[in-house]
C-alpha cells in the first residue's frame, strides 16, 4: 500500500504529517512513502532527509494525492484537495467533524473514507494515538514558555547582593493534559502555581506537581463519562467568576486551557477580572481557535489591553517535536489497522469506528458515546469503629500468653519426666527455664536504639557480661575460666558500644 503525505495549503501551519524518523517506521509497517516535495521545509525536514529515509519526493499536490491509497494530513482538506482525492481512498487528518458538515457532505461524496485524529475517543488503548494530548502537551509547555518571554520579571524568586525578586505567581484554569504540563513547567521555573479545575478527581495530580488546588464553595463536579468537563451551573460558574477576580489581584500570570469538545470554548476571564490583574501581567489563551476563555481574546494576535496586561492569543507550534508526535500518533493508529499487508477499516474496533468520520460513502457522525472513565457509583457503609486496645489490655494479653506458654513447657516436662533419667531432668528444666525466662527479658526490652534489631541484639549482649561478672565471684576461678569470662564481657561490650554508635551514625544521615 502507498502512503502519500502532501504538503499543508495554509501558509500559517508549520506543521507536517510525517518525519524522516517516522517514514522509517511506516516503511517498517510495510507501506511505500510518498512525499511532496517541500512539505516539510516550515518543520525544518528537507527533501533530502526524507528521501535519505527511504521516502519517494513526488513534484506536485495532484500527483501525490492520485498516487496514495492513504493520505497523511495535519489539517483538514480544502474543496480543491478533495477534487483531488479518488473513491476508496483513505485519510487521516483534523476534521473536527462537529464544527464541518459540509466537509464531511464532500468527503462522503466523493467516496473517501476519512479519520478524524481529533475524534479517537480517550481510552487507554488509544492514549498513544491521541493527537489532541500530544499537542495539547506541548501547548502547555509553550504557554509558560511565552508568558515568560512576555512577562517582565523572573518567573523564580532569587536573593541577590542587588535586592531580593519575588517567585511569579500563575494561575492555570483547566487542569488537562494541556494544565498539566503548563503546571508541570511553571513549577520547574520556580514559579508560585495554583490551578482550578470543575472534575474534582485532578485536585490530586494537581497537589502531587507542587501546585495549589482552588475550588469553590458549591460541591458540584464537573466530570464526564468522556473525559472532558461539563457545563457547569449559573450557581458554580458565578462561584467561579468571583474566585478568577479574587485571585487576579495578587496573580502575575494567567494560563487558560478550558474546551469542550463541539462547543464554543467558555468564557471564564472577563473583563472585570482582566481589569483587576495589575500591568504587566499576561494572559495566555490556549482556547483561543475555539472562542477563547478570555473575553478579550483576540485569536491568533498578541496584544496589550489598556491597563497593561498582555493577552497572548497565539502561540508558536514548535513545528519539528510537534510533527515527530503527530507522526507518532498516526503510526500507531496504522499499525493498530493492520500495516500494510492487514490493513483493513474494522467498524468493530471502538476506536476506528468513532474516528472513522465518512466510510464507503455514508457520514458516520456523530459516534455512538463511548464511556471512559465511568464514575463508581457510590454506596452508602456504615462505618466500621475498630476497637483498639489500651495498653493494659495489652499487658494482659502478654501475660496470658506468658502464663500459656509456661502450662505448655510444663506439660512436656512432666511426659518427658516418664522416659528421661533424673539427672537429665534436672538439667533440661533449668536449662528450658532458663531459655524461657531470657527471652521474656530481652522481648520486653523497650527499643531505645529506635530500631527493635539492636535493642534485642545489646539486651542479648547485656546478660553476657551480666554472666561473665557473675563468674568472677567464683572463688575456685581456673584460668581457662577467667579467659573465657573476659572474652565474653570484653566482645559484649563491643557490640552494646558499637550498636550506639552505628545508630547515631544512622540517625545523623536524616538530619540536614
Known amino acids: 500500500m502507498k502512503v502519500c503525505i502532501p504538503a499543508e495549503i495554509n501558509t500559517e501551519e508549520l506543521r507536517v504529517a510525517a518525519t524522516p524518523k517516522t517514514v522509517l517506521r511506516l516503511i517498517k509497517q510495510g507501506f511505500e512513502v510518498f512525499v511532496e516535495k517541500d512539505a516539510g521545509l516550515k518543520a525544518n525536514f528537507s527533501n533530502q532527509a526524507f528521501a535519505d529515509s527511504g521516502a519517494t519526493i513526488l513534484g506536485s499536490a495532484k500527483e501525490t494525492y492520485e498516487t496514495g491509497d492513504i493520505i497523511l494530513k495535519v489539517l483538514a482538506p480544502s474543496s480543491q484537495e478533495i477534487g483531488l482525492m479518488h473513491k476508496g481512498q483513505v485519510m487521516l487528518s483534523y476534521l473536527w467533524p462537529a464544527q464541518n458538515p459540509d466537509l464531511l457532505n464532500q468527503l462522503s461524496e466523493k467516496g473517501v473514507n476519512a479519520i478524524a485524529m481529533d475524534a479517537i475517543p480517550r481510552i487507554s488503548r488509544a492514549q498513544k494515538m491521541d493527537v489532541l494530548s500530544s499537542m495539547a502537551n506541548i501547548a502547555g509547555y509553550r504557554s509558560v514558555i511565552e508568558s515568560a518571554n512576555y512577562f517582565g520579571r523572573f518567573l523564580n524568586g532569587q536573593i541577590t547582593a542587588a535586592g531580593k525578586v ?155 517535536q510537534a510533527s515527530q508526535l503527530y507522526g507518532n500518533n498516526l503510526c500507531h493508529l496504522l499499525d493498530d489497522m493492520g500495516k500494510a499487508e492487514k490493513f483493513v477499516i474494522d467498524m468493530d474496533d471502538d476506536v476506528v469506528s468513532r474516528a472513522m468520520v465518512t466510510h464507503q460513502g455514508t457520514i458516520n457522525w456523530p459516534p455512538k458515546p463511548l464511556p471512559v472513565s465511568p464514575q463508581a457509583k457510590k454506596v452508602a457503609q456504615e462505618e466500621v469503629v475498630v476497637h483498639k486496645p489500651t495498653a493494659e489490655e495489652l499487658a494482659k494479653q502478654k501475660g496470658k500468653k506468658a502464663l500459656i506458654n509456661l502450662c505448655l513447657i510444663g506439660l512436656f516436662l512432666v511426659l518427658l519426666g516418664f522416659v528421661a533419667p533424673k539427672d537429665f531432668m534436672q538439667h533440661f528444666t533449668v536449662f528450658v527455664l532458663s531459655v524461657f525466662i531470657g527471652w521474656q527479658v530481652i522481648w520486653n526490652v523497650s527499643h531505645s536504639l529506635h530500631t527493635p534489631l539492636m535493642a534485642v541484639t545489646n539486651a542479648i549482649s547485656g546478660i553476657i557480661v551480666i554472666g561473665g561478672l557473675e563468674l568472677f565471684k567464683n572463688v575456685n576461678m581456673t584460668l581457662p575460666l577467667v579467659i573465657l569470662a573476659s572474652i565474653a564481657i570484653l566482645v559484649a561490650s563491643i557490640n552494646i558500644v558499637g550498636g550506639f554508635f552505628v545508630t547515631h551514625r544512622m540517625l545523623k544521615m536524616f538530619k540536614k
Do not use: H, W
Not at 183 to 193: D, E, H, K, M, P
Open 166 to 320: 519575588a517567585p511569579a505567581k500563575v494561575l492555570v484554569i483547566g487542569a488537562g493534559v494541556a494544565g498539566l504540563a503548563a503546571i508541570g513547567t511553571a513549577r520547574s521555573l520556580g514559579a508560585i502555581v495554583r490551578a482550578f479545575d470543575t472534575r474534582m478527581e485532578v485536585a490530586e495530580q494537581i497537589e502531587s506537581m507542587g501546585a495549589q488546588f482552588l475550588t469553590v464553595d458549591i460541591e458540584e463536579d464537573g466530570s464526564t463519562d468522556s473525559g472532558y468537563s461539563k457545563v457547569m451551573s449559573p450557581a458554580f460558574i458565578a462561584a467561579e467568576m468571583a474566585l478568577f477576580k479574587e485571585q487576579a489581584k495578587e496573580i502575575d500570570i494567567i494560563i487558560t486551557t478550558a474546551q469542550i469538545p463541539g462547543r464554543k470554548a467558555p468564557v471564564l476571564v472577563l473583563k472585570e477580572c482582566v481589569d483587576t490583574l495589575k500591568p504587566g501581567s499576561v494572559i495566555v489563551d490556549l482556547a483561543a481557535s475555539t472562542g477563547g476563555n478570555c473575553a478579550l481574546t483576540k485569536d491568533g494576535e498578541i496584544y496589550t489591553t489598556d491597563n497593561g496586561v498582555i493577552i497572548v492569543g497565539k502561540l508558536s507550534q514548535l513545528p519539528s
